[in-house]
């Protein structure tokens, strides 16, 4: 396999669910890797699409931890992702019109994976101590230090 960009310490934002999102992020592109690899066609765009919509979901997901946070970049934060969504259902498109799905699979494996890792390590880590002051005291934080003290 070609393909290099694997989950390291590098990625880490210290919040535990956005990185078990993020480290998903990264274990669909090596089923990505591994599909294109392996020559089946089938679960190349299965899996692309599964990425796909789960990052679209994840994005959604960490804006809710901003806005509630109230960090106050959220804004063009927001428009970093939208920019992403739409190249990524750009890829869907392109796999509904029948495009080879090696070729689709190979350019998402790179595109997605570089413009995360980049992601990540810029822009995701502004917004990180807003997250975590807003979490520290938030009802799964009580909850985890009352039952797991």
Same mark, same amino acid.
């Given at each position: /396999? +070609?393909?290099?960009?694997?989950? +390291?310490?590098?990625?880490?934002?210290?919040?535990?669910?956005?990185?078990?999102?993020?480290?998903?992020?990264?274990?669909?592109?090596?089923?990505?890797?591994?599909?294109? &690899? &392996?020559?089946?066609?089938?679960?190349?765009?299965?899996?692309?699409?599964?990425?796909?919509?789960? %990052?679209?979901?994840?994005?959604?997901?960490?804006?809710?931890? /901003?806005?509630?946070?109230?960090?106050?970049?959220? +804004?063009?934060?927001?428009?970093?992702?939208?920019?992403?969504? %739409?190249? %990524?259902? %750009?890829?869907?498109?392109?796999?509904?019109?029948?495009?080879?799905?090696?070729?689709? +699979?190979?350019?998402?494996?790179?595109?997605?994976?570089?413009?995360?890792?980049?992601?990540?390590?810029?822009?995701?880590?502004?917004?990180?101590?807003?997250?975590?002051?807003?979490?520290?005291?938030?009802?799964?934080?009580? /909850?985890?230090?009352?039952?797991?003290?």
């Amino acid at each position: /396999m +070609g393909y290099g960009i694997n989950w +390291g310490p590098e990625f880490e934002t210290g919040i535990d669910i956005i990185d078990e999102q993020h480290r998903r992020i990264f274990d669909y592109l090596l089923e990505i890797d591994h599909a294109v &690899t &392996t020559h089946h066609a089938e679960e190349v765009e299965k899996v692309v699409r599964a990425l796909i919509d789960y %990052a679209i979901s994840h994005n959604t997901f960490e804006e809710s931890l /901003m806005e509630k946070a109230g960090y106050p970049m959220l +804004g063009p934060h927001h428009e970093v992702h939208e920019a992403f969504k %739409a190249r %990524a259902q %750009a890829y869907n498109e392109r796999l509904e019109k029948g495009e080879d799905p090696f070729r689709v +699979g190979r350019e998402v494996r790179t595109d997605i994976a570089l413009w995360l890792t980049n992601h990540i390590k810029k822009d995701d880590q502004h917004y990180v101590p807003f997250v975590k002051k807003s979490l520290e005291g938030g009802f799964v934080s009580r /909850m985890l230090k009352k039952f797991f003290k």
